[in-house]
Structures are given as structure tokens and as C-alpha cells.
């Protein structure tokens, strides 16, 4: 029996504002990550070497921000810091319009990158403070969905900007996400900020956190979730076009199959599920990825372009599968297993195994593509299986596991 529409519907009213600054966000970031190099390539005298080093040296400096910020967010609640963060981001997207060296775009993509890992840390301390228990999965995957179909558009203006390639376009791209930052944090003003109730106990800090072996063993299943998410975008499409010898267009479609069943498949799917044991879901979740991730390897062995074509296509349906049964249910159990004083260090801690997925990934999937099709894919059946045991794990230890999808 699916969550009718009006458990949702009146807090999305009441929080509007916060859905339309994922909205402006997602899009935003969406318009201007599929041109970030050639972005720094068309207006400053750089290297492509030197740029990646610049991008790449902003994001580990950036690692440790999510982690450094979560107790200021069990101090002051995740709006004002959200806020920050927003502002850091409007000010980094800013400097791009005047940087030419190395150093300077390191130090605007850091404000940029570390503002997002905040971001994301205090994510789920927003959703779990507007989102009344039985919700959130439902409010995590409509975020998810919006994020997705933001991404979407914001590519399809991206492509649409670039064509043109003039300098003024690519200038043009960065001051729309400099004003995107800016008008998120205008329309944060109006969320509410939500802090612990004055007498609960915080005591512990950090320390009690690292200490609690259950949610770290969330925190390992996070880590095997990311990883799986970050094959998208890094290994399916080079494998189907460079690997497979696929037209182009594949991977197109196949961003295009994940964008659309993401965007308004996730709300039905989560419909159907109501009513069953979160961390049931979480093994299917890992085991439609592993399904996708065979039928990628069972493509390097077929011979008909067409059936190939068709073989990668259906391993990405199974893929997204994954992504839509685990997305919403990994982070309602990610918020709701932390204690409200400390929630912030506890999500932190989570989106940072979020976080190293993302440093890690681009290096180790493509060493191991670089190796074959059996061994990056069947490498990430055993992070699947791995994920799903570590699902079944926390479905004994983690109440927030064992409970049912909508609180039924």
C-alpha cells in the first residue's frame, strides 16, 4: 500500500522555499560541472594538466570540511551554516571570473568544493528537522528527484551555452551559478532553523561518535553505496563507448534512462515499498546493481552492435534500480540513527564516506577498466555484495534499519 500524497504534500507547502534552493542549486551545479575544464581551458593560458592538479589539489583540502563543521551544526542548528556554505560557493564561483593561475582557481574550487561537502552535511540534518518520522524517505527521494532532474535541465542549458563557445557564454555560466548561491541562501532565510532542545546531552562529542560501532558499520555501508553511485559517471560511459566500441549516443542514453527513472520513477517505487523492512531494501538495492554490473561484463562478449547496445542499456535500468531503491532509505537511516544532539557530527561522519568514495573513484575505477571488463565489473559486484552483507549487518544492530519504509 503506497504513502498517500497528502503526508506529504502540506510540508512540502510549508518548506517550499527549501525545495526551490535544492531546485536553483542542482541546476546550477548541473549547468557548469559538464564544462568546468573547458571553462578554465577557454579563459585562462593553463594547461589541461595544470588545471586537473588545481581541481584535484581543492578537493582533498576540502575533505576534511564536512567532518570540521558538524559540530557547529549541533551548536547552531544546519541553517546558519548552510548559509555559509551557500555564501562560500556564490564567492568561489565569483573568483573564477577573474582567476588565470594555478593557485587561484586551487582556492576558488576549494571554497567551492568544501562549501559542498558543508552542504551536504547539513542536508540531512534539514530534511530530518522539517520532515515529520514516516516522511523522509519519501522527502529524501522527491530531493533526490528534484536534484536529479535539476542536473538534467542544468546540462541541457550547458550543452545548449556552449555551443555558441564564446568567451561571454562560458562568463555567463558562472555568474548564473554565483547568483544561484545567492538567491539559495536568500530563500534559506525562510526555513527553520532547528537546533537540540536546550539540556540534551552532547557530552562525548566526537569522541562518542567514532565510538559508536554501529554507526559505523552505516558508515561502511555508505561508503560501498558511493562507490557504486559514482560508476555512472565515471566508468559505464567510457566503458560503453571506448571499451565496447558503442556509438557515442550511448552513454547519452544511458544518463538519460538514469535522469528519467530517477526523476519520476523514485516517488512510485517508494509508494510500492511502504510497509517493508528498510534494510531488506538496501539488499535489493546492492543486488540490482550487481545485476547491472554482470550484464555490463555480458556485454563485452556479444558481437551484435545492436544487442550490445541493448545489453549496456538494461544493466543500466538494473543499475538505477540500485540507486533508487538504496538513495532515499541509506539517508533516512543515515539521520535517523544519529541522536539529535550530535546529529550533525553523526551525518558529517556519514558524508564523508560519501566523500572519499568521490576522491577515490576516479583513480580506481579507471585503473581497473584500464585493466578489463572482468575486473572492474566484477570488482564492483564484490563492493555490492559486500554493501549488502554490510545492509543485512545493520538490519540486526541499527533500529532505524529494522524499521518499515514509511513507519507502518
Known amino acids: 500500500m503506497s504513502i498517500p500524497d497528502y503526508t506529504v504534500r502540506p510540508s512540502i507547502a510549508r518548506h517550499g522555499r527549501f525545495v526551490a534552493a535544492i531546485v536553483i542549486d542542482s541546476i546550477g551545479t548541473g549547468v557548469f560541472v559538464p564544462v568546468s575544464m573547458l571553462y578554465f581551458l577557454a579563459t585562462t593560458p593553463l594547461t589541461l594538466v595544470q588545471v586537473g592538479a588545481a581541481l584535484t589539489t581543492a578537493g582533498l583540502l576540502a575533505l576534511p570540511a564536512g567532518p570540521l563543521v558538524g559540530g557547529l ?109 545567492v538567491t539559495a541562501f536568500v530563500l534559506m532565510r525562510a526555513v527553520p532553523n532547528v537546533r537540540p532542545e ?56 544511458v544518463f538519460t534512462l538514469n535522469t528519467l527513472m530517477v526523476g519520476f520513477g523514485q516517488g512510485i517505487v517508494l509508494g510500492w515499498l511502504s510497509g517493508r523492512i528498510r534494510s531488506r531494501v538496501l539488499v535489493a538495492g546492492h543486488a540490482c546493481f550487481a545485476a547491472g554490473y554482470l550484464l555490463f561484463l555480458a556485454a563485452d562478449h556479444v558481437a551484435a552492435l545492436a544487442l550490445a547496445v541493448g545489453v549496456v542499456l538494461l544493466g543500466a ?42 576522491a577515490v573513484a576516479p583513480a580506481a575505477l579507471s585503473g581497473l577498466l584500464s585493466t578489463g571488463a572482468a575486473a572492474i565489473w566484477l570488482t564492483l ?28
Open 317 to 358: 535500468g538494473s543499475y538505477t534500480f540500485g540507486e533508487i531503491l538504496g538513495g532515499p532509505i541509506t539517508s533516512t537511516v543515515a539521520a535517523e540513527s544519529a541522536p539529535d544532539a550530535l546529529r550533525g557530527r553523526y551525518l558529517a561522519l556519514n558524508q564523508l564516506a560519501v566523500t572519499v568514495a568521490g
Open 73 to 181: 551544526v549541533d551548536r547552531y542548528g544546519a541553517k546558519p551554516v548552510l548559509q555559509a556554505a551557500n555564501l562560500a560557493q556564490a564567492l568561489g564561483f565569483a573568483g573564477y571570473l577573474v582567476v588565470d593561475q594555478t593557485w587561484q582557481i586551487a582556492i576558488c574550487a576549494w571554497l567551492n568544493s568544501a562549501g559542498r561537502a558543508v552542504s551536504f552535511s547539513c542536508y540531512g540534518a534539514t530534511v530530518t528537522a522539517l520532515a515529520a518520522p514516516g516522511q523522509r524517505e519519501r522527502w529524501f527521494g522527491l530531493l533526490g528527484s528534484v536534484r536529479n532532474l535539476g542536473y538534467a535541465l542544468g546540462g541541457l542549458l550547458s550543452a545548449v551555452a556552449v555551443s555558441f563557445g564564446t568567451h561571454g557564454v562560458y562568463a555567463g555560466i558562472v555568474i548564473v551559478n554565483a547568483l544561484s548561491y
Open 198 to 253: 536546550a539540556g540534551q546531552d552532547a557530552a562525548g562529542g566526537w569522541v562518542h561518535v567514532l565510538r559508536d560501532r554501529r554507526y559505523l558499520s552505516l558508515v561502511a555501508h555508505q561508503l560501498c553505496f558511493a562507490i557504486s553511485l559514482f560508476a555512472l559517471n565515471i566508468a559505464i560511459p567510457v566503458y560503453a563507448v571506448d571499451v565496447l566500441g558503442l556509438p557515442s549516443w550511448t552513454a547519452g542514453m
Open 381 to 408: 559486484v564484490g563492493v555490492s555484495v559486500l554493501g549488502a552483507t554490510l545492509a543485512t549487518t545493520i538490519g540486526r544492530v541499527v533500529p532505524a534499519a529494522q524499521s518499515r519504509i514509511g513507519g507502518v
